[in-house]
């Protein structure tokens, strides 16, 4: 008889065939064996759900569901948190992967924290083949509500959610919002509840051409900054939580539109969004990711 799992291990997959087989290889390789493993493969074209059926007959804590259509990550993930068991749902991109203790600190973590019931883990990014290339910042808890509105710091894998949490919540499944979904359910959550973090990096972000978010116009990411900004204020909870970050919010949708465009050598649009962003926050000229943009593209004009 099948034990219940603690962790439901959550993975979105679209044509991911090339990566999905080590991601699923992260998760089995776990040194704790209480979890399920749920791939929602997203209408794939490509060789994923065959490549999943492969470790399934290997391991029967695999499960496979197959969306009929497309229907973007927010969606998967929601069928995700319907389908899951266990006592925890932690979420995993198809193309990322687990470090071994990661489940485990996850249980020493809710045995030290028993009333935990949002928290994460840190996260860095290197090649396929590992090289380290960064470790994403971990900024002081104290106020993590002014710091979700400077950026997705809890990024949308490592994040560990009581069932309380994963069978209340939902993402939104607007499509032109993919890429930014995780953070908006952040903002959500993070209004109600207090977040934890197991300070030890646990996941692994592979850094290739092929991810979504690389394909992001600086166009596309102040859509969703207008879009998520919008919902705050209509929601009274949320903009007597984020009322005093509005600002703070936008100038970082600005700046993070330079940085696309630097990457895209469209220096001169850059320079505008620098210009919003200082006009939104003045204050920004004191955070060094400002200096560094803004050096960038001086320095490539």
């Given at each position: 008889m099948k034990s219940k799992?603690?962790?439901s291990v959550i993975i979105p997959a679209y044509n991911r065939a090339q990566w999905i087989g080590k991601t699923l290889e992260s998760v089995l390789n776990q040194t704790y064996p209480h979890f399920e493993v749920?791939?929602?493969?997203?209408a794939s074209t490509d060789a994923t759900p065959e490549v999943v059926r492969k470790y399934q007959k290997k391991d029967s804590r695999i499960v496979l569901h197959r969306n009929e259509v497309n229907k973007e990550r927010a969606f998967c993930r929601n069928k995700g948190f319907e389908l899951a068991q266990g006592d925890f749902?932690?979420?995993?991109?198809?193309d990322d992967l687990m470090l071994p203790t990661n489940l485990e600190d996850a249980w020493h973590y809710i045995q030290q924290h028993p009333d935990a019931v949002f928290f994460h883990n840190l996260l860095e990014l290197r090649t396929p083949d590992g090289k380290r290339l960064y470790r994403y910042p971990a900024p002081p808890l104290r106020n993590p509500q002014k710091e979700i509105m400077k950026g997705n710091f809890l990024s949308g894998i490592g994040v560990f959610l009581a069932k309380s949490l994963y069978k209340a919540y939902r993402f939104d499944e607007e499509r032109k919002l993919s890429g930014?979904?995780?953070?908006?359910?952040w903002i959500r959550i993070l209004a109600r509840y207090k977040v934890g973090r197991i300070p030890k990096i646990n996941n692994i972000v592979l850094q290739h051409s092929q991810r979504g978010t690389a394909k992001d116009s600086s166009e596309?990411?102040?859509?969703?900054v207008r879009y998520i900004r919008n919902k705050i204020v209509k929601d009274p909870l949320l903009y007597k939580v984020y009322q005093p970050y509005l600002s703070l919010f936008d100038a970082h949708g600005y700046l993070l539109a330079a940085i696309t465009d630097n990457a895209r050598g469209a220096y001169d649009k850059a320079f505008q969004w620098y210009k919003a962003a200082l006009r939104c926050y003045p204050a920004i000229l004191l955070e060094t990711r400002f200096?560094?943009?803004?050096?960038?593209?001086?320095l490539r004009n």
């Open positions: 799992p603690i962790f749920l791939v929602i493969d997203d749902a932690v979420l995993l991109d198809s930014s979904e995780d953070r908006e359910l596309t990411i102040l859509w969703r200096w560094k943009a803004l050096a960038h593209s001086v």
